[in-house]
């Protein structure tokens, strides 16, 4: 079983549609969570970070941790074709040294 | 403020060459990491180095790899003999202290793409 689990899509959706991105894990011992978005060709850039459990805002994108149930999600409000993009999780267990543990990544088309 | 910058962002080799991949961190961040990333596939963890020293190797094939980030220059990832299996993207990340132990976290590259014919 790998330690991140994340559905590789491709998930399509139309312009003005809110997009659901999830991930779930197996170590209880992450802390650190992570959205990052990666353009075709591109090297990933950071769009959230969240330290244990709760929500997080920033405009359009909001990243929610459920500790208990090892689940994160992004959602993606109001989504724009230029959010295509692949979206990969991550996460890092403090006590486990540094390394950041990737899941494989979600395709999005955003169909205008 | 320049980026995390890679170079060559693409690189051809022929099987048993050896392939050059470099790093040069952001201003400021003293911590390098280097993933591998095949197609359809999540980014997965190579080294972790500061400046002198390998801090996790861990993800590093026994054979044929090698990493350095001197106290000058950009870190370099070294792939010795490359096989077709090595053909992948090779993302390089910085961050200014360990991401574990504070807020700070990882800032990617562009990426070098390796192809062995």
């Known amino acids: 079983q790998k330690e991140v689990e994340q559905d590789p899509g491709p998930l399509s959706v139309p312009e003005g549609a809110i997009v659901s991105l999830n991930c779930t894990y197996s170590n209880s011992a992450f802390q650190y969570f992570m959205w990052y978005r990666q353009y075709s060709r591109k090297g990933p850039e950071l769009l959230m970070y969240?330290?244990?459990?709760g929500n997080k805002e920033d405009g359009r994108f909001t990243a929610q941790v459920d500790k208990s149930s090892k689940y994160i999600s992004l959602f993606i409000r109001d989504s724009q074709p230029s959010d295509s993009a692949t979206y990969l999780c991550?996460?890092?267990?403090?006590?486990?040294?540094?390394?950041?543990?990737f899941g494989a990544g979600t395709r999005l088309f955003v169909k205008a | 403020n320049a980026g995390v910058m890679q170079n060559p962002r693409h690189l051809v080799r022929r099987r048993g060459q050896e392939a050059r991949l470099r790093c040069s961190p952001m201003?400021?961040?003293?911590?390098v990491y280097w993933y591998r990333q095949l197609p359809e596939e999540g980014l997965k963890f190579m080294v972790y180095l500061q400046k002198e020293n390998i801090i996790d190797e861990s993800g590093m094939p026994k054979e044929r790899f090698s990493a350095e980030f001197p106290k000058e220059g950009p870190s370099i990832l070294r792939i010795q003999q490359v096989v077709r299996g090595d053909s992948a993207a090779y993302f390089c990340?910085?961050?200014?202290?360990?991401?574990?132990?504070?807020?700070?976290?990882?800032?990617f590259g562009p990426g070098t793409r390796l192809t062995v014919l």
């Open positions: 990340a910085s961050s200014p202290s360990r991401p574990a132990t504070s807020t700070d976290t990882q800032y």
């Open positions: 969240t330290y244990s459990s």
């Open positions: 201003k400021g961040h003293s911590h």
């Open positions: 991550a996460m890092t267990n403090p006590t486990g040294g540094f390394k950041t543990i």
